[in-house]
């Protein structure tokens, strides 16, 4: 299990510091309310082992590896005030439970510790988690737009949205540990492309999901268009077809790197977040 991996508990123990200290502050409710209702972790995680795969020391991963699931947290708070969403993670909302003032300070708050957590590292890495955070808002607005648009929302436009809105973290995740354990160049491109599969594959997953009906741990009053929605014939099949050439693909990379418990790792990350949650 993930959640028995060093790596998971080094971030949970973070998340947990972190909320303790800001015992006091005027947000500490709504914060503790974001992290209270749980989550997979699982982009943290890929940074630590990513640095891990060269060498890399865990410890030496955890701010950047918390400063990557604050900006995530950060953006499903706000995806919710766009999207009106009611519960996440299988708890209220923070727009719901807080209201719109609240959900919009706490994700600035989020934005803004992360931003100090990512300040000691170097350049390079800090230019990866502003590109990434870019990256997602662009998406996050042709996400918005997918059901004004008054062109009919495409395949591509359907990719390029979870390219931004959703991959560009995971290839971020796992470049920033790359970089940060001391990955030649190549190889750092490479753990940003595995990255990058890796999360197309799980957001098309997580969109299926949420066609069938099976996504119970999420509620919106508005929904964006999504790849099941657009395709016309075999569906399931189409959809399916998609998450196992991204998730393949990043295998495919992740089996370039020399043997290690951290590819292992990885490898099973890959499972985890693609086949085991849609069951084939």
């Known amino acids: 299990m993930i959640t028995d991996w ?55 991963c955890i701010n950047a590896a918390l400063a990557i699931e ?8 706000h995806d919710d005030i766009l999207d009106k969403g009611l519960v996440r993670r299988g708890a209220p909302s923070v727009y719901k439970q807080f209201g719109l003032f609240a959900a919009i300070l706490c994700g600035d708050f989020l934005i803004s510790k992360s931003i100090e957590l990512i300040s000691g590292y170097d350049q390079s890495v800090i230019r990866d988690f502003g590109r990434a955070g870019m990256s997602m808002a662009e998406g996050e607005a042709i996400d918005v737009n997918s ?14 949205c979870i390219d931004k809105k959703t991959a560009s973290l995971f290839a971020a995740s796992a470049c920033m540990g790359g970089r940060i354990g001391g990955a030649p160049i190549d190889s750092i491109e490479m753990c ?42 075999d569906v399931m099949e189409q959809s399916i077809r998609e998450v196992r050439r991204h998730a393949d693909r990043s295998k495919q990379i992740l089996n370039s790197f020399d043997r290690s418990d951290a590819r292992d790792k990885l490898l099973k990350v890959v499972d985890y977040m693609t086949f085991d949650l849609i069951g084939v």
């Open 192 to 233: 940003a492309e595995f990255g990058a599969h890796l999360g197309m594959a799980y957001q098309i997953v997580d969109d299926v999901l949420e066609y069938k009906e099976l996504q119970h741990e999420k509620k919106s009053l508005n929904s964006a268009v999504t790849l099941p929605h657009i395709l016309k014939h």
């Open 70 to 77: 604050l900006i995530h947290s950060a953006s499903l708070i």
């Open 6 to 60: 060093y790596e998971y508990r080094l971030v949970n123990g973070a998340i947990i510091s972190m909320v303790n200290d800001l015992e006091g502050s005027s947000l500490s409710r709504v914060v503790r309310h974001v992290f209270d209702s749980g989550g997979k972790r699982i982009r943290p995680v890929i940074l630590i082992i990513s640095s891990e795969l060269f060498g890399g020391d865990a410890d030496e």
């Open 147 to 160: 059901n004004s648009s008054k062109n009919e929302f495409s395949e591509t436009d359907y990719f390029e």
